[in-house]
C-alpha cells in the first residue's frame, strides 16, 4: 500500500471517532502520532551508529514499547496510557541539559489527544506501525512528498491554511536569496516550516560537501513559530529533513519580546518569511514596539522587526499583501523606514489566487537587503502562465513559471545592471516614490487599466476605501478640533 493510502485509510478511521472534530483536529492527531513514529525510526538509525546512544524519552514512552505490537494494548487501556501516562510524561519531560529532550517536551506541550476510542487509535496506530518505515531510503522520500500534502491539506482546513505557503513561492523566494552555508537563516513566524526546509536542500544542494559542513547548516537554521500545530508540524518537518534536534524551532511569538531587545548578536543573515497577514495581535503586544510603529496590525510588526533583525549586509525575502503597498499612517513610516535604511531592489507582483483557497488577496514578494538606502524599485509583474486563469488546489503555482524572472534577475553585486524593462518589468525611482509619499503600489505601466471582478478583490478594495474615508474623518476631526480649540484660546 503507497503512504497515500495509508494516510487516507487512517483519516478515514478518525473520521469515525467522535471526539475528532474537522480537518485540523485530525491533523493535529495524526502528526502527533507519525512524531513519534518517526522519532523511534531515527532512534534506531542512532543506536547503529552510536553503542552508547541513550533516549531522552523513559523506555516505557517510546513508540517501540507501547505502539509497535499489533497485539498490544487497545481500547480504554490504550486510551487511558495515552491520556494518563504518555502525554503528562512527555510533557514533563526531565531535560537536564539534553537539546533532544526539550525538543520532544516543546512538542507535546501544547498537544492533545482528541481521539476518544482506544479501538479506533489501535486502529490507526497498527495503520501507521505497517504503512511507514522511514529507514526505507525510498519511502522516506515518499513520505516527505506526503507530508507536504499534509501540509497543503491544511489550506482547506479553515484558519489554519495560514500555515503553509505554496511550495512553488518558498523556493523561489530561497532561490533568489541564496542562502550561503554559513548564513544563519531565520523565519520569525515558521508556520510549518516550509521556508526552512527549502533554506535546508538548497544549502544541501549548493553548499554541504562534508559532514562537517553538514553540522554548519544544521546550527544555522532558526524559527518562532507561536501556535501549538504549526509548531508541531514544523518541528516533524525539520526531523523529517535530517536535522536531527530541531531546538532552533521556537514555540513563542517573537512580537512578544520587545522591540529594543533584539539585540546585534542576534542578528541573522537571511530572513524568508510570509507573516500572518490580515490578523491583529493581543493588547499589549503593539507596545513593544517604538510609538511610530505601533499597530496592532501583525505583517506591519513583523515588517518592522525583519528590518530590525537583519545584519547590515543582511537579505530579506519577504510575502506581503497589496494592503502594505498602498497603506497610510503607520505604514507610511515604515516603508519610509525600509527604503532608508534598506534597499528594496525588487517587488515581484503575484497574480491573483496564489493562496487559494485560504486567500483571494493579491500578494508580493519583496526582496531587500540592508545597509544601503534604496535608489530605485525594480517591479515584476509576474504573468499566469498561458492558458491559466486562475490557481487551485488542484492547479498550485508551479516553480517552472518564475524561470523567466531568474532569467532576468540578474546580480545584486552590480546593481543588475544586466535589468531591463519588459512586458513584464519597469523601474521606479526613489524620487517617485517618496512624490507618491510611498504609496508602493505602482501599476504596470505597459498594461492598460485592467478591471477586476474578483470578489475577494473587490471586498478587500472596499475595506481599504472604508479605511482610507475613516482615516480622512479622523484628520478632518482633529484639524477641526485643533481650530476651534486655538479659536477658544484666543
Not at 507519525?34 to 543506536?47: H, N, P, S, T
Not at 529532550?101 to 505497517?130: H, P, T, W
Not at 491583529?280 to 511610530?292: H, L, M, R
Not at 507618491?436 to 505597459?446: A, E, Q, S, T, V
Amino acid at each position: 500500500m503507497s503512504i497515500s493510502s495509508v494516510i487516507k485509510s487512517i483519516q478515514d478511521i478518525m473520521r469515525k471517532d467522535v471526539g475528532v472534530d474537522g480537518d485540523a483536529q485530525r491533523i493535529g492527531q495524526l502528526v502527533w502520532m507519525l512524531f513519534l513514529k518517526i522519532y523511534d525510526d531515527r532512534e534506531q538509525e542512532w543506536e547503529l551508529l552510536n553503542d552508547d546512544y541513550q533516549s531522552p524519552i523513559p523506555n516505557g514512552l517510546r513508540w517501540r514499547n507501547w505502539a509497535a505490537d499489533p497485539e498490544g494494548m487497545t481500547g480504554d487501556d490504550l486510551k487511558n496510557f495515552i491520556d494518563n501516562i504518555l502525554f503528562p510524561g512527555l510533557q514533563q519531560l526531565h531535560t537536564s541539559g539534553d537539546a533532544r529532550a526539550v525538543v520532544i517536551r516543546n512538542v507535546f506541550e501544547d498537544a492533545y489527544n482528541y481521539m476518544k476510542s482506544g479501538q479506533l487509535i489501535r486502529q490507526v496506530i497498527n495503520k501507521i506501525q505497517e504503512g511507514i518505515d522511514y529507514n526505507n531510503s525510498k519511502e522516506r522520500h515518499a513520505f516527505g512528498d506526503m507530508y507536504e500534502q499534509i501540509l497543503r491539506d491544511l489550506q482547506s482546513a479553515g484558519n489554519a491554511g495560514e500555515f503553509y505557503t505554496p511550495r512553488a513561492v518558498t523556493e523561489f523566494m530561497v532561490n533568489r536569496v541564496d542562502p550561503k552555508l554559513a548564513d544563519s537563516v531565520m523565519d520569525p513566524a515558521c508556520g510549518t516550516g516550509g521556508f526552512l526546509t527549502c533554506t535546508i536542500e538548497h544549502k544541501r544542494r549548493h553548499y554541504v560537501q562534508t559532514p562537517d559542513d553538514e553540522q554548519v547548516l544544521q546550527r544555522s537554521i532558526h524559527g518562532w513559530e507561536k501556535k501549538p500545530l504549526p509548531h508541531l508540524l514544523a518541528t516533524t518537518n525539520m526531523i523529517l529533513h535530517g536535522i536531527d534536534t530541531p531546538n532552533q524551532i521556537r514555540h513563542d511569538n517573537t512580537l512578544k519580546r520587545a522591540y529594543r531587545d533584539w539585540g546585534k548578536n542576534e542578528r541573522v543573515d537571511v530572513i524568508v518569511a510570509n507573516p500572518p497577514f490580515g490578523g491583529t495581535e493581543e493588547d499589549g503586544i503593539e507596545n513593544n514596539f517604538p510609538a511610530e510603529f505601533r499597530t496592532r496590525e501583525t505583517a506591519d510588526l513583523f515588517m518592522a522587526l525583519f528590518i530590525r533583525l537583519l545584519k547590515d549586509g543582511g537579505r530579506a525575502a519577504v510575502v506581503l499583501p497589496d494592503g502594505f503597498l498602498f497603506g497610510e499612517g503607520m505604514k507610511t513610516r515604515l516603508k519610509e523606514k525600509l527604503l532608508t535604511e534598506c534597499n528594496l531592489h525588487t517587488i515581484v507582483r503575484l497574480p491573483n489566487g496564489v493562496f487559494n483557497p485560504y486567500t483571494g488577496i493579491k500578494t508580493n514578494l519583496l526582496f531587500f537587503t540592508k545597509g544601503q538606502p534604496t535608489e530605485h524599485i525594480w517591479y515584476y509583474e509576474h504573468p499566469y502562465p498561458a492558458g491559466v486563469k486562475s490557481y487551485s488546489k488542484t492547479k498550485p503555482m508551479k516553480f517552472s513559471e518564475f524561470e523567466t524572472e531568474i532569467a532576468w534577475w540578474g546580480n545584486e553585486a552590480d546593481g543588475f545592471a544586466a535589468r531591463e524593462e519588459t512586458e513584464q518589468a519597469w523601474k521606479v525611482s526613489i524620487a517617485d516614490i517618496q512624490a507618491r509619499n510611498y504609496n508602493l503600489d505602482i501599476k504596470n505601466p505597459h498594461v492598460g487599466e485592467q478591471i477586476s471582478h474578483d470578489p475577494d478583490e473587490l471586498l478587500a478594495q472596499y475595506a481599504q476605501q472604508q479605511q482610507e474615508i475613516q482615516q480622512l474623518r479622523d484628520q478632518l476631526k482633529g484639524i477641526l478640533a485643533a481650530a476651534l480649540g486655538g479659536a477658544n484660546a484666543k
